[in-house]
């Protein structure tokens, strides 16, 4: 069985779990049903993590420059994001979304919530910080504090020049309970920003009934009222001990998906002594910033069975507006 470190276990429960319906079966992806080609993987390339620091923000800048559809998902609270919000609010067509954040998890690397702590004192810990964990937030986080602080998150993204295309939770916080999952999708719907969850399908809930956690009707429930498209899969970018293990790894990860609309996750950084004070796990993530380099890897996602689309395409799609224009395949 994959195992999965902490952090992609919490957003891989989020992402599973928080669907629609299984009460039938869906005769079509996702992707179709936006109009894409059918049998095409299509497939939205996910940068997490931008504004975390100086490291992750020059990888998005060079992701950029390499001129390949992706997405990204930024961090409001984190102390480079403001850095990040000067350059990425700069192109038109860029794709940036917008992360909600409820905890702060590094242990030599910490923010304070967007809002005054006096206002939100549920949400944070002895020192001002937000919870470092998703459990910590889960026992402690009142509702109404938790919707004031993502209201101030997408405020402050709006201010910097940022309209997020996409809205994703952070550690998967935002589904460690019913009514903050219920904040989350009504703010989507409210800003009409699609939030980024799984179409439930039956194969997703026998993996999850096998693994010993049940799906709450109300949860199922809420979700069959969320008006937004949803994804086909989510998958995230494998790891490896060399640059060629975490290659080969990839390569097979995307040779063998289905058709349909599939984010891959990834943390993109370039190397620097801050990402390495940071993160114990900083050579993987400078690893997947020059995946994107790679001739080889470039080819494979230029092949004929594979569309790489992004959240502004996909609402583009949604709304009626058409495709954007893209390149043939």
């Not at 936006?34 to 996910?46: N, R, S, T």
């Not at 470092?132 to 993204?157: C, K, S």
Request: net charge negative.
């Amino acid at each position: 069985m994959k195992r999965f470190n902490l952090k992609q276990w919490f957003v891989l429960l989020a992402m599973l779990i928080c669907a629609g319906s299984t009460q039938s079966v869906r005769a079509e992806t996702w992707a179709e049903r936006l109009g894409y080609p059918a049998g095409k993987k299509v497939l939205i390339l996910h940068a997490h993590e931008m504004g975390l620091c100086r490291a992750t923000n020059a990888a998005a800048e060079e992701l950029a420059a390499g001129e390949l559809t992706h997405s990204t998902s930024a961090l409001a609270p984190c102390p480079w994001f403001a850095d990040y919000a000067k350059t990425a609010s700069g192109g038109q067509n860029a794709d940036v979304g917008l992360a909600l954040v409820l905890n702060s998890e590094w242990t030599n690397y910490r923010w304070q919530p967007l809002t005054s702590d006096n206002l939100v004192p549920s949400l944070i810990d002895s020192e001002g910080n937000l919870w470092p964990t998703a459990v910590q937030t889960m026992v402690n986080a009142d509702a109404a504090q938790v919707e004031q602080e993502l209201q101030v998150q997408i405020m402050r993204a709006q201010l910097a020049g940022l309209q997020p295309t996409h809205l994703t939770t952070h550690l998967g916080t935002l589904f460690m309970r019913l009514d903050l999952a219920e904040i989350y999708l009504r703010i989507a719907r409210e800003h009409w920003i699609p939030a980024v969850i799984v179409e439930l399908t039956p194969e997703h809930v026998e993996r999850f009934q096998k693994m010993g956690f049940p799906l709450a009707p109300e949860l199922i429930q809420l979700l069959d009222d969320y008006p937004l498209p949803k994804l086909d899969d989510l998958v995230f970018m494998p790891s490896g001990d060399t640059y060629a293990a975490k290659k080969q790894a990839f390569i097979e990860l995307i040779r063998g998906l289905p058709p349909g609309l599939t984010q891959v996750a990834f943390h993109p950084a370039v190397e620097s002594d801050e990402l390495k004070r940071i993160d114990a796990g900083w050579q993987e993530r400078v690893w997947e910033a020059q995946l994107f380099q790679d001739q080889e890897v470039r080819a494979l996602l230029e092949s004929d069975d594979v569309m790489l689309t992004n959240w502004r395409e996909v609402m583009r799609r949604f709304m009626g507006e058409g495709p954007a224009v893209e390149k043939a395949k």
